[in-house]
């Protein structure tokens, strides 16, 4: 062991296992450092922020509303809420990098129920208090169809 | 001899196992403690309904493997807990877990992301050689003395325990540096949060039932305690994030993170992540700490 010259435990001595510990170290450090600050500079309205500690630090609201336009001109309402097998996890997909698979998945599901027509969307959410912003723009466009 | 630089001297000291051994058996407690949580809230990762995966190539299971994966890591974690094969238990908990973690989006939660974090700490650490059953009976069979038994019988690099305590001190930083904003530090986001967790959890039930439900209700409607509230919370967690490492702050480091996380705790029902949190404290304490209060609870 190399003692470190002063009132101190030894230390590890150089060789390939603190050569692969320090590899470690680092791997470890650069993905928890730079993951959460990726978290930070990406807005919260574009991400989820997972992975950057953001614990009950937020308020994330969001205001939805889906339309089924089917193909006799009626006009159906669509709860999100049915589209989710945790119906409280909803808000996580409200994201403007989540949602185009979310609308993906709703016009197949809709197909796969036999449901057919265009879905129009209003989403906007309100980050933090801040000014309502709209996910689909314009509001209330086409963000999938399904056809028989 | 030429002194060994402050990053060598950080990291690669040989150190007593103690703590890290009794971090990992409090972990481990967690980990047995957890596992029903995480099977009932990441029902994503099953197939069938909407799926957001990370990358295409890890896919959904099936409800059978599902199933199986959760009865699985109840022998693993209590293999972690009482220190028996550790290295392989935390090597198969960190496949399992991940594979769920890993498997949607959707079933992203921070605290099976703290325990993955871990238990990939703990996978290549010697968190197995100190008050862990396996390395006790090998040491007992060579009639090793009672102490050396349980907490090892030579010291260990420190880089494990120091990894863990780094990325404790980053989650409270990281924590804190979330909640400095406007909204937060009006209190607006806990008068949201725990507002509906005194409505709907044991706690708040228990309140109202002492105090009364209006009483109740005007304390969550009013702004100030919220705001002290926030404010507090942000200040712990900037302190906690370094007060624990220098030994004159870290007792008053101690208590106020005791008084964070057992609020935490007790007002919004989170266990598992509060303990792991408390248990690491034994990985900032001086390492000789624990073997001399063991030696000297042996003695008497």
């Not at chain 2, 109840?74 to 238990?89: K, T």
Request: with cysteine.
């Amino acid at each position: 062991m190399v003692p470190n010259g002063i009132d101190g435990p030894p230390i590890l001595p150089p060789g390939p296992r603190r050569t692969a510990l320090n590899a470690f170290l680092a791997a470890f450090l650069a993905v928890q450092l730079l993951i959460p600050l990726w978290g930070f500079l990406r807005p919260s309205a574009d991400t989820t922020g997972s992975f950057s500690w953001n614990m009950y630090s937020q308020r994330y609201q969001v205001d939805a509303r889906y339309v089924l336009l089917t193909p006799d001109g009626k006009g159906e309402l669509l709860d999100p809420h049915d589209f989710m097998n945790r119906p409280d996890r909803w808000t996580s997909v409200m994201h403007r990098e989540t949602l185009p698979a979310f609308h993906r998945y709703l016009c197949e599901e809709l197909a796969r129920r036999g449901r057919h027509g265009q879905v129009k969307a209003k989403v906007r959410v309100s980050v933090n208090g801040e000014p309502w912003q709209d996910l689909v723009v314009p509001p209330n466009s086409t963000v999938c169809e399904t056809v028989p | 001899m030429s002194r060994p630089s402050a990053w060598d001297r950080f990291w690669f000291p040989m150190i007593p196992p103690a703590a890290l051994g009794l971090f990992r058996f409090v972990f481990g407690a967690c980990l047995v403690a957890e596992i029903e949580t995480t099977r009932q809230r990441s029902t994503f990762a099953i197939v069938g309904g909407f799926h957001l995966p990370y990358v295409s190539w890890i896919g959904p299971v099936s409800e059978q493997a599902y199933a199986w994966i959760h009865r699985v890591e109840y022998p693993l974690a209590a293999c972690v807990m009482v220190g028996l094969l550790v290295r392989p238990a935390a090597a198969a908990l960190l496949v399992l877990q991940a594979r769920i973690f890993f498997a949607d989006q959707l079933t992203f939660r921070n605290h099976p992301y703290f325990f993955l974090l871990v238990l990939l700490v703990l996978v290549p650490s010697p968190a197995g050689e100190a008050f862990a059953l396996g390395a006790f009976v090998r040491r007992f069979r060579e009639k090793k003395p009672w102490a050396t038994c349980l907490l090892g019988d030579e010291p260990r690099v420190a880089a494990f325990q120091r990894l863990l305590c780094v990325e404790v001190s980053l989650v409270y930083l990281l924590a804190a540096l979330n909640k400095i904003h406007d909204h937060y530090l009006t209190g607006a986001v806990l008068q949201h949060v725990l507002g509906d967790a005194l409505h709907e959890k044991a706690f708040g039930r228990f309140v109202a039932h002492v105090v009364g439900a209006q009483r109740l209700d005007a304390f969550i409607a009013s702004a100030a305690p919220w705001t002290v509230l926030a404010a507090f919370t942000v200040v712990v967690e900037l302190f906690l994030a370094f007060a624990l490492w220098p030994r004159a702050t870290r007792r008053i480091a101690i208590l106020a993170g005791l008084a964070l996380h057992l609020g935490i705790g007790v007002t919004m029902d989170i266990h598992t992540f509060t303990a792991a949190m408390l248990g690491s404290y034994v990985l900032f304490l001086d390492p000789e700490t624990i073997p001399r209060w063991t030696r000297r609870i042996l003695r008497n």
